[in-house]
């Protein structure tokens, strides 16, 4: 189902910007009984990036109102929430886009993070990397061919998951997660300031390990910072957060850390 600008329809104009550009931001949600976790935080996350790419977006009361109208009822889901800049201008240029485009769609939970948050999964390095770009770093936009073209890669393999690099080889994060490893008590995680996007529950798993017993680190590093790990995990808003037990010859069998994240990353509803 998808809800266009309040109206229950499935098609979108060829001249929006969503479309002809990419031009535009989203952000996926977890439904879990009848409500949106992290609902606060999603619509800051749209709010934050369309300032960025200056849309100008201002129906947030009324998007509030859909987000919990579409996930009433429903036990578990996914709630989907785009925003373009909508149709408008000539070429590149968004003059004219006076009216943005809101669009809502609800889907099915994925079955198989249930099995991944009890028994893991592998990591496997992807060929695509990630092009540096600090303007758009850290923002969910609409361009996510580098995302298509890793997922395609890893689909040719048996692997759970990507892990990728940016063009200078840094650790940035996987193909529809983030990373997060354990040394001892230092927990790290690559900074989102060239590269990648900085999901929601990254920030969530950061505030609350901010406030614990780990020491939290945001570095740039190789994929050697991985050797000598004690434990590795992703995050992301709907896993929510998963343990890596394979990265090639690597194997890792402690749950230190996921232990820790995973029962606080349960009560996210109504924040």
């Known amino acids: 189902m998808f809800l266009i600008n309040g109206?229950?329809?499935?098609?979108?104009?060829?001249?929006?910007?969503?479309?002809?550009?990419?031009?535009?931001?989203?952000?996926?949600?977890?439904i879990l009984s009848g409500e949106v976790c992290l609902l606060a935080e999603h619509i800051r996350r749209l709010k934050s990036a369309c300032e960025k790419l200056?849309?100008?977006?201002?129906?947030?009361?009324?998007?509030?109102?859909?987000?919990?109208?579409?996930?009433?009822?429903?036990?578990?889901?996914?709630?989907?929430?785009?925003?373009?800049?909508?149709?408008?201008?000539?070429?590149?240029?968004?003059a004219n886009c006076q009216y943005p485009t809101r669009i809502l769609s609800v889907s099915d939970y994925p079955a198989?993070?249930?099995?991944?948050?009890?028994?893991?999964?592998?990591?496997?390095?992807?060929?695509?990397?990630?092009?540096?770009?600090p303007m758009l770093a850290g923002i969910k936009h609409l361009n996510r061919l580098e995302q298509v073209l890793i997922r395609a890669h890893l689909e040719q393999s048996d692997a759970d998951e990507a892990l990728v690099l940016d063009s200078e080889g840094v650790i940035t994060e996987c193909c529809a997660a983030n990373?997060?490893?354990?040394?001892?008590?230092?927990?790290?995680t690559p900074g989102m300031e060239q590269a990648g996007v900085d999901g929601i529950m990254r920030q969530f798993c950061l505030q609350h390990l901010a406030?614990?017993?780990?020491?939290?680190?945001?570095?740039?590093?190789?994929?050697?910072?991985?050797?000598?790990?004690?434990?590795?995990v992703i995050c992301n808003a709907l896993m929510p957060v998963v343990p890596v037990c394979t990265y090639g010859e690597q194997?890792?069998?402690?749950?230190?850390?996921?232990?820790?994240?995973?029962?606080?990353c349960e009560q996210t509803r109504s924040s």
């Open 251 to 264: 194997r890792w069998s402690s749950r230190e850390l996921f232990q820790f994240l995973a029962p606080l």
């Open 211 to 232: 406030r614990s017993c780990f020491r939290v680190v945001e570095v740039n590093a190789s994929l050697d910072a991985l050797s000598s790990a004690d434990e590795v």
């Open 54 to 94: 200056l849309i100008s977006f201002t129906q947030w009361d009324e998007l509030q109102r859909e987000m919990i109208g579409l996930a009433a009822g429903k036990e578990t889901g996914v709630l989907k929430v785009i925003i373009s800049r909508g149709s408008g201008g000539r070429g590149y240029s968004g």
């Open 112 to 133: 198989h993070y249930d099995r991944w948050r009890r028994d893991g999964i592998r990591l496997e390095l992807s060929p695509v990397r990630l092009g540096r770009n």
């Open 179 to 188: 990373l997060l490893w354990r040394k001892g008590a230092d927990v790290f």
């Open 7 to 30: 109206l229950e329809q499935d098609y979108l104009p060829a001249s929006d910007r969503a479309t002809q550009f990419g031009d535009g931001c989203f952000t996926t949600a977890r």
